[in-house]
C-alpha cells in the first residue's frame, strides 16, 4: 500500500490549524503553564480554540498566536484559551465512591488526628467552576464531625472567568446531575426558575484563589492542607510538569496527609514521596507520616 | 519489626537522594541501590543516575546489570534506568542486542522500543531476522514505537510468517505505525480466530473500496465478536477516508446493518466499548442507520476528544427529531456530549427551538451559551429578538448576540430594529449600537452622530466603528474629531477609521497617532498607514522596526510591505529584532526581492525553528536554483521536523527550476 495513513476527522468552514501554527501555539500554552497538548490533538485544539477566534474576529491561528503574544489582553486571553482546552466535567458529588471512601475512612483518621487543634484544611486543586470545593465542604457538614472547627476548603484554579463562576455559587440543572433531592434542599436555595445558589453555611466554609500549580512560589503562599484533591488535573501536564505538581503537594500535606487524584490517574513512575493507602472503598496516596524520619 | 523496616527503608531511600553525584563513589552506590529490596530506594537510585556527569559509563554498568540473573528488581530498575537515560543509552543497548544470550538481546530491543531512537532502527529491523523468536518478537514491538517507512516495509513482509504471535504482533505495530499493508496479504488472517480483531483493524486503515466491502461483509456476521472488529475497523477506516470513499463506507454500512435484526441494540452497545475505533465505528453505523433514538448516546461519545468531529457529523445525520430529543435532555448530558449536541443543533434549528436555546441561555455554561445564542439568530424567529437583546449588556456574549441579531435582521428586520431602537432611547452598550447600525443602517446614523459626543469614551469609539460600518464619509468625517480625544480608544477607533477609508490625506491625519503615549493607538495608526499605503510616513515607520516592543516592531515591517518600500537595510534591522515574530515579517515583506531572498538563505540557519522555516518557504517561492544548495545543505543539517518538512519542499521547487 505505502504512505503512512493519519486518522482525522474533518471539519467544514473554520480555519485550518497549520502544523507549525499548532507547534507555535502548543509551545506558548506550554511555557505559560506546563499544559501540554499532545501532538495527536492538534484538531482538538483547532476546534477547542476557533470559538475563541470567533469572538475576538480574527482570521487565522498565526493572528491569534500574535495577537495571545502581543494584545495588551493578552493575559487574559491566554487564561481563555487553556480553559478551552482543558475543560472537563465537573458537578457536585462527582466520582460517589471516591467521595464516600474519603468521608467513611478518611474523614474520622482527620478528625482524630486534628482533634487537639480542632483545624481542619483542604485543598481542591484545579476546582474550576467550584463544585468539587463546595461538594468537600457539603461532605464535611454532612459528616457532623467538624461542628464548630476551623475548617477552610481552599479552590484554586489557573482561571480567572472560571473562578467568578465559583465565588458566585449559582448553577443550573447539569451541575446536580448527581445530587439527590435530599441534598439539594439542604444545601442549596433556588435562583430563580433555572438555578440553585450553594447556601452561605457551606460557603463560609470555602475560599478560592488564583494559581497556577507549576508556579512553586505562588503554592508556597497555600497552606499547609490535611488533604488534597486534585482530580483529572494532573492529565493535561507533562510528566516532568506532573513531578513539579507532585513536588508542590507533597511540600503543602501536612505529613500524614492525603492526596486523592481522579480514577484514571497514578503516581507510577512519577513520585516516591507518597505510599499508596488501600482503602476499603478506594486507593489513595498518603504522604509518609514524620515518625518514619524520626531519630535523625 | 515492620516499623523498624520501614525506618530502615526511609534511611536508604533519604542516603540515596542525598549523594553528591560528582563523588567518585556515587556510581557504586547507586548501582548498589538498584539491587535494595525496597522500589522506592530501586527507583530514587535509578533517578539519580541521570545525573551522574558520565553517563556512557552510566550506560554500560547498568547494561551489565541487565545480565545479572535472579536480580529480577534490579534488572528492571536498570531497564528503567536506561530509559531514563536517553541517547547515551543507545550505543550500549545495540551492542547488547547482538549478545550470544538472547535474553540479553531481547532485553536490549524491549529497552530501544521504549527510548524510542530512530537511530537504533536499522539494527532492530535486522533484528527481525533473530533466531531466537521472542527476540524477533520484541523487535517488531520496538519498531512498532520507533519504526519510519523502512521498517514498516520491513514489518509488512512478516505478515506472511508461519508464527501466529509474530504476526499478531506485526498486525499491531502496523497498527501503532497507521501503515496500511496490501489488502492481499491481511485477508487471509481474518480467518484466524487470534487474528482476526488485529487483522480487522489493520484492514481499517486500507482506504480502498474492497476494504470497505469486507468490513461490511464482517458487520453482517452472526458472530458478535466478529461484528465489534469489524467496527472497529469501519470507524478507523471513516476516518482516513476521502469524501468518495466516505459516502461509500455509509452505504455499505447501511445495507450490511439493515440485514442486523439487533442493529440498533448492537451499535448502542458498541458506545459502552473500551476500544476508541470501535465506538468510532458505532458513529458511523448511527449515521447510517439515521436512528434518532441513539442521538444521546452519540453526544456522550463527545467525551473522547478524538470522536468530536465525527459526533457532529453523526448528530446532524440523524434529523430534527434528534435535535429535540437531545435539547431536552440537555441537563442530563457531559459537558462535552451538551457541546456537541450545541454545536450540531446549529445545522438543524427552526423557530420551535426558542423557548429551548432561550433556557439554556439561562444555566448553561458561557461557551454553551454562545452556541446557543448563534442558534438563536438562525431561528428566524422574532421570538429570539428579545433573549438576544438582553445579551448586549453582557459582555462575554454581547458580540456573538450583535453577530446573531445580524442574522436574525435578514428574516425579521422590523422586529430587530423595533427593539434596539428601544434600547437606544436609554442608556445602550456599545454591542446594543453596534447590532443597532448593523440593523439600522443609514436611519441609525444621527443616532450614531449624538453617541460620538457621548460621556462614556467606549461608547464614542463604539459609535465612530459604526458609522464607518454605516458610512464611511461619515465615519471620517467622525474620525478627525476622535483622532484628537483625550481617551486612547476613541483616538484607536479614529486611527482604525481612517485606514479603512484609505483616503490619501491619511499621511498627515495620522502622524500625530503615530507619536501617541498609547501604544495600543500607535499599532491602530501603524496598521492604518499600511491600508492606505501612506508613502510619506515611511521614514516614522522605518525607525519603528527597531523599536523594543516585537508587536509595533513587526506591524512596521508589515506596514512598510503594504505601502510597498522595504530597504534592505531596513530589513535587515527587522531580521536583527530578538522577537522571531519580526524576522518572520522580515522574510515575508522581502519575500520578492533579491535583497530578501539573500536575507532567507542567512537565516536559514537562525536560531528559532519557525525563523527557519519560514525562510525555506520563502526561498522555495522566490529563490533561483543559486539557492539550491544553500537549502540541501539546511536540511541535512536540520534537526527540527517541521523545519524539515518547509525545506524538503523548497529543496524540491527549488529542483524543478
Same mark, same amino acid.
Given at each position: ?296 | ?471 464611511? %464619509?461619515? =465615519?471620517?468625517? *467622525? +474620525?478627525?474629531?476622535? #483622532? ?5 480608544? &476613541? !483616538? $484607536?477607533?479614529? /486611527? @482604525? ?96 526581492? %533579491?535583497? =530578501?531572498?539573500? *536575507? +532567507?538563505?542567512?537565516? #536559514? ?5 519557525? &525563523? !527557519? $522555516?519560514?525562510? /525555506? @518557504? ?40
Amino acid at each position: 500500500m505505502g504512505a503512512r495513513v493519519a486518522p482525522r476527522f474533518e471539519d467544514e468552514g473554520r480555519p485550518e490549524m497549520s502544523a507549525e501554527e499548532f507547534r507555535l501555539l502548543r509551545d506558548h500554552v506550554y511555557s505559560h503553564c506546563g499544559i501540554l497538548v499532545r501532538e495527536d490533538m492538534k484538531f482538538v485544539m483547532e476546534r477547542r480554540l476557533w470559538p475563541r477566534l470567533e469572538a475576538l474576529g480574527l482570521r487565522d491561528f498565526s493572528m491569534y498566536h500574535r495577537y495571545l503574544r502581543y494584545d495588551a489582553q493578552r493575559r487574559a486571553e491566554l487564561e481563555a484559551a487553556v480553559e478551552a482546552l482543558t475543560t472537563h466535567e465537573t458537578y457536585f458529588f462527582r466520582e460517589p465512591a471516591q467521595l464516600r471512601a474519603f468521608s467513611e475512612e478518611v474523614l474520622p483518621v482527620l478528625q482524630q488526628r486534628n482533634a487537639a487543634l480542632q483545624r481542619l484544611r483542604i485543598w481542591s486543586a484545579g476546582c474550576s467552576t467550584g463544585e468539587e470545593a463546595y461538594t468537600l465542604a457539603m461532605l464535611l457538614k454532612e459528616s457532623r464531625r467538624f461542628e464548630g472547627w476551623d475548617v477552610e476548603v481552599h479552590g484554586t484554579d489557573i482561571s480567572r472567568r472560571v473562578l467568578a463562576t465559583a465565588r458566585r455559587a449559582e448553577y443550573g440543572p447539569s451541575s446536580l446531575r448527581a445530587t439527590t433531592p435530599e441534598q439539594v434542599s439542604r444545601f442549596f436555595e433556588p435562583v430563580g426558575t433555572n438555578k440553585v445558589r450553594v447556601r452561605d453555611e457551606v460557603r463560609a466554609w470555602v475560599s478560592f484563589g488564583q494559581l497556577n500549580l507549576l508556579d512553586a512560589e505562588a503554592c508556597q503562599l497555600v497552606a499547609r492542607m490535611d488533604a488534597i484533591f486534585c482530580r483529572n488535573v494532573m492529565i493535561y501536564f507533562d510528566i516532568p510538569a506532573r513531578k513539579r505538581v507532585l513536588q508542590a503537594f507533597s511540600e503543602r500535606l501536612v505529613p500524614g496527609g492525603y492526596l486523592l487524584l481522579g480514577h484514571s490517574e497514578n503516581l507510577l513512575n512519577l513520585s516516591a514521596d507518597f505510599e499508596l493507602v488501600h482503602l476499603r472503598g478506594d486507593l489513595v496516596y498518603r504522604k509518609p507520616e514524620l515518625t518514619l524520619k524520626g531519630g535523625r | 519489626m515492620s516499623q523498624v523496616l520501614a525506618f530502615q527503608e526511609e534511611e536508604r531511600y533519604q542516603a540515596v537522594l542525598g549523594l553528591d553525584p560528582a563523588d567518585t563513589g556515587t556510581l557504586d552506590a547507586l548501582i548498589a541501590g538498584l539491587h535494595d529490596e525496597s522500589w522506592r530506594v530501586r527507583r530514587a537510585s535509578a533517578e539519580s543516575l541521570r545525573r551522574l556527569p558520565s553517563l556512557a559509563e552510566v550506560a554500560s554498568r547498568l547494561v551489565a546489570v541487565l545480565g545479572e540473573r535472579g536480580e529480577t528488581g534490579a534488572r528492571n530498575a536498570a531497564a528503567e534506568a536506561l530509559v531514563g537515560l536517553g541517547d547515551p543509552a543507545v550505543g550500549p543497548l545495540l551492542r547488547l542486542l547482538r549478545h550470544a544470550d538472547p535474553d540479553q538481546r531481547k532485553f536490549a530491543a524491549d529497552i530501544l522500543g521504549q527510548l524510542g531512537r530512530r537511530s537504533a532502527e536499522s539494527a532492530l529491523i535486522e533484528a527481525l531476522e533473530d533466531p531466537d523468536l521472542n527476540v524477533r518478537v520484541s523487535a517488531v514491538e520496538a519498531l512498532g514505537r520507533v519504526g519510519s517507512e523502512a521498517a514498516a516495509r520491513a514489518l509488512e513482509s512478516l505478515l506472511k510468517e508461519p508464527d501466529p504471535l509474530l504476526r499478531l504482533a506485526v498486525l499491531e505495530a502496523l497498527i501503532q505505525l497507521h501503515w496500511p499493508p496490501p489488502l492481499p496479504g491481511v485477508v487471509p488472517l481474518l480467518a484466524d480466530p487470534q487474528l482476526r480483531r488485529s487483522a480487522y483493524r489493520v484492514m481499517g486503515l486500507i482506504p480502498q473500496v474492497a476494504a470497505t466491502e469486507l468490513i461490511s461483509r464482517g458487520l453482517a456476521s452472526e458472530v458478535r465478536s466478529i461484528r465489534e472488529a469489524a467496527l472497529g475497523a469501519l470507524g478507523t477506516q471513516a476516518s482516513v477516508a476521502d469524501g468518495a470513499l466516505r459516502a461509500e463506507i455509509d452505504s455499505q454500512a447501511r445495507n450490511a446493518l439493515k440485514r442486523l435484526p439487533d442493529a440498533v441494540e448492537f451499535v448502542s452497545q458498541a458506545f459502552e466499548a473500551e476500544d476508541v475505533p470501535v465506538r468510532a465505528g458505532a458513529l458511523v453505523a448511527a449515521g447510517a442507520l439515521r436512528e434518532p433514538s441513539l442521538a444521546v448516546a452519540v453526544a456522550e461519545a463527545a467525551r473522547e476528544d478524538r470522536l468530536l468531529a465525527e459526533v457532529i457529523r453523526t448528530l446532524s445525520r440523524l434529523g430534527p427529531e434528534a435535535g429535540r430529543e437531545l435539547l431536552g435532555r440537555m441537563a442530563e448530558l457531559s459537558l462535552p456530549a451538551r457541546a456537541a449536541a450545541a454545536q450540531a443543533m446549529l445545522e438543524m434549528v427552526d423557530p420551535s427551538y426558542v423557548p429551548a436555546l432561550s433556557a439554556l441561555l439561562e444555566w448553561a455554561e458561557d461557551d454553551l451559551r454562545a452556541v446557543a445564542v448563534k442558534a438563536l439568530g438562525r431561528t428566524q424567529s422574532p421570538e429570539a429578538v428579545a433573549p438576544l437583546v438582553a445579551l448586549l449588556d453582557e459582555p462575554a456574549l454581547a458580540g456573538a448576540a450583535v453577530r446573531a441579531l445580524g442574522v436574525l435582521s435578514g428574516g425579521c428586520r422590523e422586529a430587530v430594529l423595533a427593539a434596539l431602537e428601544k434600547v437606544m432611547e436609554g442608556q445602550p452598550s456599545p454591542a446594543a449600537l453596534a447590532a443597532f447600525a448593523h440593523a439600522g443602517g443609514t436611519t441609525a446614523l444621527p443616532a450614531l452622530r449624538r453617541l460620538a459626543r457621548a460621556a462614556d469614551p467606549l461608547l464614542r469609539a463604539a459609535a465612530l466603528d459604526a458609522a464607518m460600518d454605516v458610512d464611511p %464619509a461619515v =465615519g471620517l468625517e *467622525l +474620525a478627525r474629531g476622535a #483622532l484628537v480625544d483625550e481617551a486612547a480608544p &476613541v !483616538r $484607536a477607533a479614529g /486611527a @482604525r477609521a481612517v485606514g479603512r477609508v484609505g483616503d490619501t490625506s491619511a499621511g498627515t491625519l495620522l502622524k500625530r497617532a503615530l507619536q501617541d503615549e498609547d501604544i495600543a493607538v500607535q499599532l491602530a495608526a501603524v496598521d492604518a498607514l499600511g491600508e492606505c499605503g501612506a508613502a510619506e510616513r515611511v521614514p516614522e515607520l522605518e525607525a519603528l522596526v527597531g523599536h523594543p516592543d516585537g508587536a509595533l516592531a513587526g506591524r512596521a515591517v508589515r506596514a512598510l510591505a503594504r505601502i510597498g518600500i522595504v530597504r534592505a537595510e531596513v530589513l535587515r534591522e527587522a531580521a536583527r529584532h530578538e522577537d522571531a515574530e519580526v524576522v518572520k515579517a522580515a522574510l515575508q515583506a522581502g519575500a520578492v526581492s %533579491a535583497e =530578501g531572498v539573500a *536575507l +532567507a538563505v542567512q537565516l #536559514l540557519s537562525h536560531s528559532g525553528w519557525d &525563523v !527557519r $522555516a519560514t525562510a /525555506a @518557504r520563502v526561498l522555495g517561492d522566490s529563490g533561483g536554483r543559486e539557492s539550491l544548495e544553500a537549502v540541501r545543505s539546511a536540511l541535512s543539517a536540520e534537526q527540527d521536523a517541521l523545519a524539515r518538512r518547509a525545506l524538503s519542499d523548497a529543496v524540491e521547487r527549488l529542483s524543478r527550476r
